[in-house]
């Protein structure tokens, strides 16, 4: 299963972004790549190393119900606080630095890709080691995001449309 799920994570770029270039041009790979690199920041800052961590700590309990579910507790409040300043830090820079301005619409889209983080559980499925459920949930997004981009993404102008088609498609 986890070797579905590594083909499937270099298979959809190949098919996706030879399309996505000629489409949107450099302009707009170019402005979701930005926004997808500025925004990774705050996704990283609200993850604090939980999924890493969580994963062995998940197996470490996962036979003890009341202990695993006092972990996970613990890892998500720690995930909601940290999760909670680093979208106030994104929104105040929204507000405050002007090259951001221009395309407030793409970055506020782009967010969700860290809230999508913090309330996805991969890190618990891998404890538990439920990886049949994470290949298939990943390739049907994946999936559905390639039926989406090719459905949706038709000019330059639609590159918005492909932030938030990437978005869902890490998700």
């Known amino acids: 299963m986890n070797a579905m799920l590594t083909m499937s994570s270099f298979i959809f770029p190949l098919i996706t972004f030879p399309y996505v270039s000629r489409i949107l041009l450099a302009e707009g790979t170019g402005k979701v790549q930005f926004a997808t690199s500025f925004i990774s920041y705050f996704t990283m800052f609200s993850q604090l190393g939980v999924p890493t961590y969580g994963i062995r700590a998940v197996a470490g309990v996962r036979d003890d119900k009341e202990q695993l ?13 940290t999760t909670t300043i680093s979208y106030t830090a994104f929104f105040i820079l929204l507000a405050t630095v002007p090259r951001l301005q221009g395309e407030k619409l793409l970055y506020v889209i782009m967010s969700a890709n860290t809230f999508l983080t913090f309330i996805g559980m991969e890190w618990l499925y891998k404890g538990l080691e439920h990886y049949t459920y994470i290949t298939v949930r990943q390739i049907t997004v ?16 639609d590159y918005i ?7 869902f498609a890490g998700a």
């Open 69 to 81: 579910s006092r972990t996970v507790q613990e890892l998500f409040i720690l995930r909601l606080a």
């Open 161 to 167: 449309i492909y932030g938030a088609i990437a978005v």
């Open 142 to 157: 994946k999936f559905l995001s390639l039926i989406l981009m090719f459905t949706l993404v038709h000019q330059k102008s």
